[in-house]
């Protein structure tokens, strides 16, 4: 099925499709790749995509580690709060980013209320200058507790007894983090880092819903810029070349990700 449709997607990046009519299309070559990679609106988006893409994955590896060592030294066991942590994960992405963008509103939400109610500011978080990194903070509380799960799940693997050695040996915390538990971590990390910064990379209904791609095309991520291509303009031509030229370079990470997995940690 995922062959079929390669090379479905590969046929009608050749050819001048509009609106779906494929047949008698004509057939044009290489000419929508060449029209991709000389548009400054693809590479606006992929920009977009790889910086959004890599700062949320840092964000969220950062902060689930953090997280997930201190329930693992705190709270280990306890159901309730594990239960609200992962709740943002089990929510639909266009859906988290609709109730946000209620709450964040700077007419009606509730925490630039608070905002200006306590500290007189005036924010509008979707503004030009400011939307970039609401759209981080969003990503970030959805997603930091599927990372904080992947870490969790690594660090109850650790054997008890060479963590109670440690302490009987004296070992402090930074030392018992740097040689017992990130070792033991690293691969819950790579992984849960390459699938994190796929899907961030990939954004689309979350990115869609809080701002339609803008303003202008300050948020528009590489799925809206073929979403807009395809189904905006019709032009499903160009649309499967872009998907393809994406395809290509997200090979890239899938590649030092399967270099990485060969290691032995």
């Given at each position: 099925?995922?062959?079929?449709?390669?090379?479905?997607?590969?046929?009608?990046?050749?050819?001048?499709?509009?609106?779906?009519?494929?047949?008698?299309?004509?057939?044009?070559?290489?000419?929508?790749?060449?029209?991709?990679l000389?548009?400054?609106?693809?590479?606006?988006?992929?920009?977009?995509?790889?910086?959004?893409?890599?700062?949320?994955?840092?964000?969220?590896?950062?902060?689930?580690?953090?997280?997930?060592?201190?329930?693992?030294?705190?709270?280990?066991?306890?159901?309730?709060p594990?239960?609200?942590?992962?709740?943002?994960?089990?929510?639909?992405?266009?859906?988290?980013?609709?109730?946000n963008?209620?709450?964040?509103?700077?007419?009606?939400?509730?925490?630039?209320?608070?905002?200006?109610f306590?500290?007189?500011?005036?924010?509008?978080?979707?503004?030009p200058?400011?939307?970039?990194?609401?759209?981080?903070?969003?990503?970030?509380?959805?997603?930091?507790?599927?990372?904080?799960?992947?870490?969790?799940?690594?660090l109850?693997?650790?054997?008890?007894?060479?963590?109670?050695a440690?302490?009987?040996?004296?070992?402090?915390?930074?030392?018992?983090?740097?040689?017992?538990?990130?070792?033991?971590?690293?691969?819950?990390?790579?992984?849960?880092?390459?699938?994190?910064?796929?899907?961030s990379?990939?954004?689309?209904?979350?990115?869609?819903?809080?701002?339609?791609?803008?303003?202008?095309?300050?948020?528009?991520?590489?799925?809206?810029?073929?979403?807009?291509?395809?189904?905006?303009?019709?032009?499903q031509?160009?649309?499967?070349?872009?998907?393809?030229?994406?395809f290509?370079?997200?090979?890239?990470?899938?590649?030092?990700?399967?270099?990485?997995?060969?290691?032995?940690?």
């Open positions: 099925m995922t062959v079929y449709l390669i090379v479905s997607t590969i046929n009608i990046s050749l050819k001048e499709v509009y609106f779906g009519f494929l047949e008698n299309s004509p057939f044009v070559g290489f000419k929508n790749y060449v029209e991709v000389r548009s400054p609106a693809f590479w606006n988006a992929m920009r977009f995509s790889l910086f959004f893409g890599s700062i949320t994955t840092v964000l969220e590896l950062f902060l689930g580690f953090l997280l997930a060592y201190f329930y693992y030294s705190k709270f280990r066991g306890l159901r309730l594990f239960t609200l942590l992962i709740t943002p994960i089990l929510m639909a992405p266009s859906l988290f980013g609709l109730m963008r209620i709450l964040l509103n700077n007419f009606i939400g509730l925490i630039p209320g608070y905002i200006k306590f500290f007189g500011l005036d924010l509008d978080l979707f503004a200058k400011n939307v970039f990194w609401t759209l981080v903070f969003i990503d970030a509380l959805q997603w930091t507790p599927f990372t904080f799960l992947v870490i969790y799940a690594a109850i693997s650790i054997p008890p007894q060479l963590i109670e440690a302490n009987i040996d004296g070992a402090k915390r930074l030392h018992i983090v740097n040689y017992i538990v990130i070792p033991y971590v690293t691969p819950a990390l790579v992984v849960s880092g390459f699938l994190r910064f796929l899907e990379f990939r954004v689309f209904d979350t990115v869609y819903v809080l701002t339609g791609g803008g303003p202008g095309s300050l948020t528009t991520s590489i799925s809206i810029y073929i979403y807009r291509i395809g189904f905006t303009m019709g032009n031509g160009l649309a499967s070349a872009v998907g393809m030229t994406l290509a370079f997200m090979m890239i990470p899938a590649f030092i990700f399967s270099k990485l997995m060969k290691r032995r940690w």
